[in-house]
Structures are given as C-alpha cells and as structure tokens.
C-alpha cells in the first residue's frame, strides 16, 4: 500500500531526554512537513523540505530539529530545549508544483513527563 | 496566506447535506480555497479545492463566491462517519512550496 507511516503511535519520555519521530513516505513525494496540535487547536508548521538535503523552519522550528537524507524519509528530533513538547505531531507531504494536496500520517503522540 | 474564519461548531441530522461556511474576505487572485477535514486522533484529510469555480468530488462539493470573499463546503448526505473537525485553507499555489496554514476549525457533529 502507498502512504506515510509515521512511528511509533504513541511516545513516552522523560525531561530531557531527545526523541526522534519517524516519518516515511513511499508516494514518491517531493515535499515533506512536520505540523504539531495542541488539544482543541489547528495545526502549526514545525519544519518543511521540498527536496532531498533541503529544509526550511516554519511558523514554530524552536526546539526541534530535522534531515531529509533520502526523498522518503524525514525524521523529527524533538530536543530538550522544546519547552513543550508534549503534543500530536503529524507529518505530510505531496508532490511539488501546484496545487497538489498533502497526504497526512496517522500521527506520533508525544507525552513527555 | 489569507486568513479564514469559520464557525467553531455545526450540527446535521444523518441523511441531510451538511453546509459548512467560510469566510475569506482578503483572499488574493492567485490563492486557492483548500478543504480538509480531522477525523479525532488521525491526520488530516484533503477532501476538495478550488479557485473561481464551483468543484464536485466523490466526496462533497465547493461552492465559491462570485468575489471569492466566501466558500461553502456541501456534503451532500451527511453519515456519522463524516463527524470531525473541518479546516478551510486559503494559500498560493506555488512550485517551490505548499504550506497550509491551519485555524481552528469547524467541529461539524451528524447526528443520528
């Protein structure tokens, strides 16, 4: 089956502690996203990559960190100095040019205590 | 991109079309309205886009205002399936990038 497979569903860490989201991709995507949700909000543009070796922060890249290695992958590294980190984290990507729409993972739940 | 505003809540009886609104009164010449919708606890889906004429999918239908200023998105016999959380998005469609910017919502629940 084609998709995004993001792993694992649900995360539990400690303060502190770095953690890495996995995010994979078999569409043959060019662009790939982070987002993060908050309870009762919408979602927010962590970081982006349009293309192998290449990413950009978006709207709340503070405490986060990214590589984009191979066109289908995209892992997330949420660090220590996230001040808050707990949250729903989905990736996305498409295919580039316009207007393509993004196809969503099923989400990583971060609770970090 | 233009901001959009929508109601926070929606209710439908199972069976009738279910219309949700949305305003984008800044929206520009070259940006597109984008639906997607948020299932609890899953990702986004995309359901339908456009930008001067009215768009059908297999899914629903998008009806935009003749200034643009406006959308609605129709589904047309609403299920318990289709309770969630729907975003309208307005943004340039351009080749080197694809960012959604994401409100709040609409929270659209079909009762039985």
């Known amino acids: 089956d084609g998709g995004i497979t993001q792993s694992p569903k649900y995360l539990f860490r400690k303060e502190g502690q770095n953690v890495t989201l996995s995010c994979e991709q078999n569409?043959?995507?060019?662009?790939m996203y982070w987002y993060r949700q908050d309870p009762g909000q919408g979602l927010r543009l962590i970081y982006y990559s349009q293309i192998v070796n290449d990413f950009q922060k978006g709207d709340i890249a503070e405490g986060y960190s990214v590589s984009r290695e191979k066109k289908e992958s995209f892992p997330l590294t949420v660090t220590s100095a996230q001040k808050n980190p707990t949250a729903f984290y989905l990736c996305?990507?498409?295919?580039?040019?316009?207007?393509?729409?993004?196809?969503f993972g099923p989400g990583t739940r971060l609770t970090v205590t | 991109d233009a901001k959009t505003t929508q109601p926070t809540s929606m209710d439908c009886a199972e069976g009738r079309a279910a219309n949700l609104p949305c305003n984008h009164s800044t929206i520009s010449g070259n940006e597109y309205v984008y639906w997607y919708r948020q299932i609890h606890s899953q990702g986004p889906q995309y359901i339908i886009h456009g930008l001067k004429n009215n768009e059908t999918n297999e899914m629903a239908s998008l009806i935009i205002t003749e200034d643009r200023k406006s959308s609605t998105l129709i589904l047309p016999h609403a299920t318990l399936r289709d309770t969630a959380v729907y975003y309208c998005?307005?943004?340039?469609?351009?080749?080197?990038?694809?960012?959604?910017?994401f409100g709040e919502g609409t929270q659209l629940t079909v009762n039985p």
């Open positions: 569409l043959n995507h060019d662009a």
């Open positions: 998005i307005v943004r340039v469609s351009e080749t080197s990038g694809s960012r959604l910017t």
């Open positions: 996305a990507s498409n295919l580039a040019g316009a207007p393509n729409e993004q196809y």
